[in-house]
């Protein structure tokens, strides 16, 4: 019995730890909205096909190019008005981040990520990021299973989570 504990433990240590933090990084994946006239999406096609990013858990609109988020890199980036982005992939990633902020005057405090397997599994959710409305913060991680989705969520209500040079690499 023992056993099966400890290695019981070591399971769920080993999963626990399959996602490690990460600078910026170099990939072919990129999304940088700047291609995009400012408009308003319920899904918007990204990194040139390798992706599609869809609102979710709301009642708004992406939107793209509002004055509102600012951006990394002008002309655009985008944010969930009242809607969280659930980023789809076309081929399994293990690298996903990007540059976020607060948009202004929304109540929201920081952010989370949710990543999810091939078979729609939820594989990790991250803890309550640290994100402000006056700079782009960059989050983040490699995951250590091959992730097909990624929900980017205001915390804690949903939206409000403006984006800029998003990345992802298998």
């Not at 769920?12 to 999406?41: H, L, R």
């Not at 004055?67 to 009242?82: A, E, K, T, W, Y």
């Not at 992939?89 to 996903?96: A, C, L, Q, Y």
Request: overall charge positive; glycine content about 10%; proline content about 7%.
């Amino acid at each position: 019995m023992k056993k099966l504990t400890v290695l019981a433990a070591i399971a769920v240590g080993g999963a626990a730890s399959a996602q490690v933090p990460i600078g910026p990084f170099n990939t072919w994946m990129i999304e940088n909205f700047d291609s995009f006239t400012p408009s308003v999406w319920t899904t918007v096609p990204t990194m040139s096909g390798w992706s599609n990013c869809s609102m979710f858990n709301g009642f708004g609109a992406l939107v793209i190019g509002n004055p509102l988020s600012g951006f990394l890199n002008p002309p655009n980036s985008m944010f969930g008005d009242l809607v969280d982005a659930n980023w789809q992939f076309v081929i399994n990633i293990k690298r996903f981040g990007g540059f976020f902020k607060i948009v202004n005057g929304n109540g929201i405090t920081g952010m989370r990520m949710k990543f999810y397997t091939v078979s729609n599994t939820l594989w990790y959710t991250t803890p309550v990021l640290p994100i402000n409305n006056s700079s782009f913060t960059w989050h983040g991680y490699w995951l250590f299973a091959p992730i097909r989705r990624v929900e980017v969520m205001g915390f804690p209500n949903s939206g409000f989570v403006s984006m800029d040079e998003v990345r992802a690499r298998p």
